[in-house]
């Protein structure tokens, strides 16, 4: 089976001479189709680095990034943001909602950019929230809801274009035990409808609910381990 992204000995240097932070050192990492993959690492390891060139949002030093077999830094910044809208979605740590747009709004907000008509945008941003349980929340701006309200926002705004993947750094970073466990079952059940799910987090009990944990650190992979 082709894996949907591919990254190829990647490396990611911050600054130059003696400033330098190699932050990852030659990477290689697969995404299957249907897989519930966690990244896991200590603070520092080079995991939110790696999701930001796995989800093109930043592109490596050296090395290269495969999409569905095409190579990234051939296609230019227009194609990569289309191919971006089309296969990723990204759930991060701050939620990062608009909080001058209603939840619904949020939700509504990427397919709009993608061209979608306001009928069918808003109607689809209702059954995303409605999925999340938040479709009693729906005309409420961020600073209204708790956290695990925004972050299972942030959950349907990535799904709003339908992407092949998500992406999530720490997406349960800033919640207590019982909203993180919500947030958790959502992805379960997201993977169990056919969603690939890439979570990154630092905390073995997150990484438990991947199939697949690739271990890194000082921005090298350490290994891989299945579980059951
Ligand atoms: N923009 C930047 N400029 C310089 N160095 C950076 C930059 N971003 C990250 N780094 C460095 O690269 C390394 C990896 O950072 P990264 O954010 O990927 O770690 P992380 O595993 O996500 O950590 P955390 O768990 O704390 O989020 C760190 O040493 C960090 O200081
Ligand atoms: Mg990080």
């Given at each position: 089976m082709e894996p949907i992204i591919r990254a190829d000995n990647v490396w990611k240097v911050y600054g130059?001479?003696?400033?330098?932070?190699?932050?990852?050192?030659?990477v290689s990492v697969e995404i299957y189709p249907g897989e519930f993959v966690a990244i896991m690492g200590p603070s520092g390891s080079g995991k939110s680095t790696l999701m930001h060139i796995l989800g093109l949002l930043d592109t490596p030093t050296k090395g290269h990034v495969y999409v569905h077999g095409t190579?990234?830094?051939?296609?230019g910044e227009d194609e990569r943001a289309i191919l971006r809208r089309k296969t990723l979605g990204f759930v991060f740590q701050q939620y990062n909602?608009?909080?001058?747009?209603?939840a619904i709004e949020n939700v509504e907000l990427p397919m709009l950019f993608a061209g979608v008509p306001a009928e069918k945008r808003h109607k689809r941003a209702k059954e995303l929230l409605e999925m999340v349980d938040l479709g009693n929340r729906l005309y409420h701006y961020p600073n209204q809801l708790s956290g695990g309200q925004q972050q299972r926002v942030a959950i349907a705004r990535a799904l709003a274009n339908d992407p092949e993947i998500i992406l999530a750094d720490e997406?349960?970073?800033?919640?207590d035990t019982e909203r993180g466990k919500k947030v958790m079952e959502i992805f379960h059940q997201l993977n169990e409808r056919g969603k690939t799910i890439v979570l990154v987090t630092h905390d073995p009990e997150i990484a438990k609910h991947a199939e697949r944990v690739i271990m890194i650190r000082d921005g090298e992979i350490l290994g891989v381990k299945k579980n059951e």
């Open positions: 130059t001479g003696d400033a330098a932070t190699y932050a990852l050192k030659g190579d990234v830094s051939t296609l909602l608009s909080p001058s747009l209603t997406p349960t970073g800033n919640l």
